[in-house]
């Protein structure tokens, strides 16, 4: 990982690890220099004293000039180098792992101390021989205490001394054949279980792509990886990662500050959700967003709304709302405990390593959609969790979740479904040299009926923890919290936000999960296209109780997806792109506005901002032009006969109550200012609008009734 990107706690066995806990594999490091097509591993004792993995020492190779450089729209950087050139007179232990953190000499670098001088020889040894902090310790049988002891006097000999050394050549120096030979090496030891028989492959990508695509850094994965690997195989991961650079030609990585999948490629600017909120208003002012800019008169301007709505571009549009990264870690501070990563909390070994494998390999050799759904299909399946239940199965209830294990399996079981539709969209883009917002969403809709299960794994997530880590009720107070806490394994708890655990807080946890997440679903999945029992529910409390940017963004997410999944009512049920009536709460049994759950629409009315902040006063006409966007297009469809569900099911009253509120902030000292904002269209706004929500309901009590 990223030097913001490394850590000290780690998950379940090393799950979150970049490489968890995969023992096993050769037991010498990758040689190399050959450029003569010979074997690499013709020397493995290194007893020719030259370099012992591929290119190092050689002359640099430069990448070509064409290949994937931000083929995501991603800020890239330059490639990370294959581990830190160093001096032919230290150890090829030390050459090949510990200089990647101190240094060519041991001078240190960035977090890495100095070591050259600075501790006693008995010292030196014990922190190799035993680990310290984030540092794993090293065996004899990767390096010697002869070796130990050499390096050591000769570090102190080089520590005053200008030392120019030896360029460490990566993947662009190899040969096809070393670049062959690092890939098949480093995949056997990516699928080679641990003592607790979990591989890194149970927890990551297939074949680490998610690793090549993002620039972290040799550093950063030797030592998190040597953490629950031995250092060779640690090795072989990190020739793994730069054998799939120059596999997938990616010249330039994507900086590992990257979301992936947030867009436009960074989060808009703001320390706290309410100036994010802010900043996202400010864009749709500045795109000329006719609901943040214009007056919503009549049914016309609705329309245009709408259809201009509808066509912005989830995937490009950015949005104040950050979106998980691909992994956090705690090392770098406590600003990056964040459970909201990509990487799965415990690794999934599979039941049958063989049958999953050869699927496996078949989607790799040929990754298509078909190939890929029937990997995704049978991921569960092949997921072997119950030794979870056995390991965490506590007493400690939480309400939903009845035990650790209940909830960690629901957290891994979507983490590791969510990843894998990550990877197979970087998979697409990087052989299809499509640009990332191209790709194609989730669910990849024309799968959706065949597949059955929901197949928006993010909004699956967030909604698996609408209900809240809670107290049992025969055991109240802080001692059940500190019971809740305590069943959680310490690898886990390690990524809860400190503060959380200091002050027994664990319940807001899935707070912390729900927004990002299920935003997430509906960026790649704008209509929620998607059967889920009580997915409308999730939609409820995600918009009343999570949905912390409540100003621009609530609303305008509100209209996105029902504008979305209008048009896939009107325009294209029963195409290839939508070939069912599907929906985030059912079927479609008639428009979205009429049909069940329309009652979400008026969700965003209950976050009335309140008082003379800027930004409260601001939002009033984006919510006001959302409701009477909706409450126009209603009555249009309404008085041409159109049908409804659930009739009762409406509580226009909300809007009803924004509307009283709203007449009492006019009466104040910053009504004046409230009604600029509003064009001076107030009675527009109050009366009009008011008059518009009886007519709704009146026309709703007239229709017919879908059963």
Request: with cysteine.
């Amino acid at each position: 990982m990223s030097e913001r990107d490394d850590k000290t706690g780690v998950w379940i066995w090393g799950a979150l690890l970049l490489v968890a806990g995969c023992y096993g594999g050769t037991d010498a490091p990758l040689q190399g220099g050959d450029t003569s097509g010979g074997d690499p591993m013709e020397d493995p004792d290194n007893d020719s004293g030259g370099p012992d993995w591929p290119g190092q020492g050689g002359e640099p190779t430069d990448p070509p000039l064409v290949g994937n450089e931000g083929v995501f729209d991603c800020p890239t950087i330059e490639p990370p180098p294959y581990t830190v050139g160093t001096v032919a007179s230290l150890s090829s232990p030390f050459q090949r792992s510990c200089a990647s953190c101190h240094g060519p000499v041991g001078k240190g670098r960035d977090r890495y101390p100095a070591i050259n001088g600075t501790l006693s020889l008995g010292e030196w040894k014990d922190i190799v021989r035993q680990g310290r902090g984030a540092m794993p310790a090293f065996e004899t049988s990767f390096i010697s205490d002869a070796e130990l002891e050499a390096d050591y006097e000769e570090l102190i000999a080089l520590a005053n001394e200008n030392i120019d050394p030896l360029p460490a050549t990566g993947e662009w120096g190899w040969t096809e054949q070393e670049v062959e030979q690092a890939y098949e090496r480093g995949l056997a030891v990516w699928r080679q279980p641990d003592e607790h028989g979990v591989a890194c492959a149970n927890c990551h990508t297939p074949d680490a792509i998610d690793l090549a695509v993002l620039g972290y850094p040799d550093d950063a994965i030797l030592r998190r990886a040597a953490l629950h690997v031995p250092p060779q195989d640690a090795a072989a991961v990190v020739d793994l990662v730069h054998a799939q650079r120059r596999r997938f030609d990616i010249i330039r990585p994507c900086s590992p500050e990257y979301r992936p999948l947030q867009p436009g490629g960074e989060v808009l600017p703001g320390d706290t959700p309410q100036e994010q909120d802010a900043a996202f208003g400010q864009q749709l002012r500045d795109m000329g967003v006719a609901i943040e800019t214009e007056i919503i008169r009549d049914v016309d301007d609705a329309r245009q709304a709408w259809d201009q709505v509808r066509q912005l571009d989830l995937r490009t549009l950015k949005i104040g709302i950050p979106l998980p990264r691909w992994t956090e870690d705690g090392f770098n501070g406590d600003v990056h405990h964040d459970v909201n990563d990509y990487m799965p909390p415990l690794g999934s070994p599979p039941y049958d390593p063989d049958g999953w494998y050869a699927l496996v390999d078949a989607y790799i050799d040929d990754p298509t959609d078909e190939r890929f759904f029937a990997m995704l299909e049978q991921l569960d399946e092949e997921s072997n969790t119950d030794q979870f239940e056995a390991q965490f199965g506590d007493d400690a209830p939480n309400c939903k979740y009845k035990t650790a294990a209940g909830y960690l399996v629901t957290l891994n079981r979507n983490k590791r479904r969510s990843q894998q539709v990550v990877q197979h969209l970087f998979r697409r883009s990087l052989l299809a040299d499509e640009q990332w917002p191209e790709v194609g969403g989730v669910p990849l809709r024309r799968y959706a009926e065949q597949y059955g299960e929901p197949l928006n794994p993010f909004f699956k997530l967030g909604g698996n923890h609408i209900e809240p880590i809670c107290y049992p009720s025969t055991d109240p107070g802080k001692v059940a919290n500190e019971r809740i806490i305590a069943s959680f394994p310490e690898d886990f708890r390690q990524e809860v936000p400190a503060e959380d655990l200091q002050t027994l807080e664990l319940r807001k946890l899935p707070k912390q999960l729900v927004h990002p997440w299920m935003t997430l679903g509906q960026v790649y999945d704008p209509a929620l296209l998607m059967r889920e029992d009580a997915a409308a529910n999730k939609l409820h409390y995600w918009h009343f109780l999570s949905f912390v940017h409540d100003g621009y963004h609530d609303p305008f997410f509100t209209l996105h997806r029902l504008a979305t999944q209008g048009h896939y009512f009107t325009e294209l049920r029963g195409t290839d792109e939508h070939p069912g009536e599907v929906s985030h709460y059912g079927r479609f049994a008639t428009h979205p506005l009429l049909d069940a759950g329309r009652h979400f629409l008026s969700e965003f009315s209950r976050a009335f901002l309140s008082g003379d902040d800027p930004r409260a006063i601001a939002t009033h006409r984006i919510k006001l032009n959302v409701m009477r966007t909706a409450l126009l297009l209603m009555r249009e469809r309404l008085s041409q006969g159109e049908a409804v569900r659930e009739p009762d099911n409406m509580p226009l009253g909300h809007f009803r109550t924004y509307l009283d509120k709203l007449e009492g902030e006019l009466g104040k000292e910053h009504g004046p200012r409230i009604a600029e904002t509003l064009g001076g269209e107030t009675a527009l706004y109050v009366d009009d609008t008011r008059a518009l929500i009886g007519e709704v309901e009146a026309l709703v009590a007239a229709a017919p009734v879908i059963e």
